[in-house]
């Protein structure tokens, strides 16, 4: 299923002008990950203008237009839909992707001159995740470990799902995209209405 995971964040990328890279459409299972096997992602956003306003840490479709380019790392663990503290204290591997090599190895996927780079339009370390805790205080807890790992945002699925869904037009034959055409079938067949959509909100 990682791979059906990965397609939702690339097309709801993608709907919103991104160039996306995967780096891998492969399984690791029996070796250790190498350095650019631990990003799922990568993102690049041709029309960014340079700004002084960064993004928020809380990623929706708004804020997009102020990322430049960012590395992507997946954790779709849907059986359970909020990441609390201890999940993140506990699983090493949320934080594998933000180790030096492979920042480094991120880095060097993104060839720009010096002048091109700036503090404004940096590489992002964007993760995507189920939901944090809606209170207080594992709330605040959980995005401060986030912070503190070098996390720049997060993204949920739930917001994703939602912004997909709205800009699906049930008037359109999405062949070229299985994850667009079913949405587009649910909606046509009424099976997902805009008052169920409200079940997908933050």
Do not use: C
């Not at 190895?105 to 001159?113: C, L, S, V």
């Amino acid at each position: 299923m990682a791979g059906f995971d990965e397609n939702i964040v690339r097309e709801y990328f993608e709907l919103h002008g991104f160039l996306v890279r995967q780096l891998r459409k492969y399984q690791i299972q029996s070796r250790k990950k190498m350095a650019e096997e631990e990003i799922d992602l990568i993102v690049y956003n041709p029309t960014y203008l340079r700004t002084d306003r960064a993004p928020k840490f809380f990623l929706f479709s708004s804020e997009l237009q102020y990322i430049h380019r960012a590395i992507v790392v997946v954790k779709a663990w849907h059986t359970t839909l909020h990441f609390t503290p201890n999940m993140l204290r506990s699983s090493s591997d949320i934080f594998k992707f933000l180790e030096k090599n492979i920042l480094k190895k991120a880095e060097n996927i993104f060839k720009f001159e010096d002048e091109d780079i700036d503090d404004s339009s940096k590489t992002l370390k964007l993760l995507v995740l189920p939901g944090l805790p809606t209170a207080d205080p594992h709330r605040s807890e959980s995005i401060n470990l986030l912070r503190e790992h070098g996390i720049d945002g997060i993204i949920s699925f739930r917001s994703m799902l939602l912004d997909i869904l709205t800009k699906v037009q049930t008037n359109h034959n999405y062949q070229k995209s299985e994850i667009l055409q079913i949405m587009r079938i649910l909606k046509n067949y009424d099976l997902i209405k805009e008052p169920q959509m409200d079940l997908f909100t933050e």
